[in-house]
């Protein structure tokens, strides 16, 4: 297995990313939470800046950066510091030019937090076969009331409307059909019932410019992403991600 190092990753990064300063994002390549947050700076047009950080190294600045939480994403702008993604994707919404927030979306953005992503994390963590089929069964009702409720009137969750939801769940869905066919042997299109509707919002959004942008432009990205998700397929990886 190729095992590519931080450095060379990062400096791909930098390469390709925006150097505007007035707002800053620090980010880890392969974090969904994080891309949450990049594909919100770039649906609304924000200029930003990419700075690529490991968050699991505590280091002072790190922790100073990110105001003693240590998580990716963090983002900076002026005196303003946000760590946590759903916050950022609410700072930066803009319905002029992007995404759309409203109050009613609350629960829908409270079920992919605590019920569906981390039911996602557990499935993928489940290594007996006892909580494998446990977890697959959970996991499958909850990807199942995420694609029924996808609005029938246009390609977002909402409809016409592109808005926070679809941020909120795309870099989960993309590594749901990415890891867990590759680790767990389940393909999306034999487990969700409505699945015409899921694929067509699905693809809608992983086909846009803005969210290959994030793919972070290594040619290898899906091969990097399985890479770094093996701890986690045997068990290991980040604990917290596995609780609502
Ligand atoms: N609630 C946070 C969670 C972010 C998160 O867990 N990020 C991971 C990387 S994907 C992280 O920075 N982990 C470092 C650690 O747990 O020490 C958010 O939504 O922004």
């Keep these: 297995m190729i095992k590519v190092s931080c450095v060379n990753i990062f400096e791909k990064v930098i390469i390709m990313k925006k150097t505007e300063e007035k707002i800053k994002l620090y980010s880890a390549w392969y ?17 930003f800046k990419y700075i690529e950080i490991d968050p699991y190294n505590k280091t002072e ?11 990716a994403p963090v983002v900076i702008e002026d005196e303003t510091t946000l760590v946590d993604s759903l916050d ?13 927030y409203s109050p009613e979306i609350e629960e ?19 290594t007996n076969d006892e909580d494998l089929k446990k977890t697959r069964a959970e996991f499958t009702i909850f990807l ?45 299109a034999k487990e969700v019932k409505n699945f015409a509707r899921y694929q067509q919002w699905y693809e809608a ?5 803005f969210f ?11 091969e990097e992403l399985i890479n770094f998700y093996k701890v986690y397929s045997e068990g290991g990886g980040q604990e917290d991600v596995t609780k609502s």
């Design 205 to 209: 959004i992983i086909k846009a410019e």
């Design 88 to 100: 950022i994707l609410k700072y930066f919404d803009n319905p002029k030019t992007g995404t759309n």
């Design 31 to 47: 974090c969904p939470f994080a891309q949450r947050a990049w594909l919100s700076l770039l649906v609304n047009k924000r200029d």
């Design 108 to 126: 829908t953005l409270s079920f992919i937090n605590k019920d569906l992503i981390p039911s996602f994390y557990r499935f993928l963590k489940a």
């Design 144 to 188: 199942n009331k995420f694609s029924n409720e996808i609005n029938e009137k246009g390609q977002y969750y909402l409809g016409q409307n592109f808005s926070i939801v679809d941020l909120a769940f795309i870099p989960f869905a993309y590594r749901i059909d990415l890891l867990l066919r590759h680790y767990k042997e389940y393909i999306v």
């Design 61 to 71: 600045e790190w922790m100073r950066i990110s105001k003693g939480f240590g998580t």
């Design 212 to 222: 290959k942008e994030t793919k972070t432009g290594m040619d290898n990205y899906d």
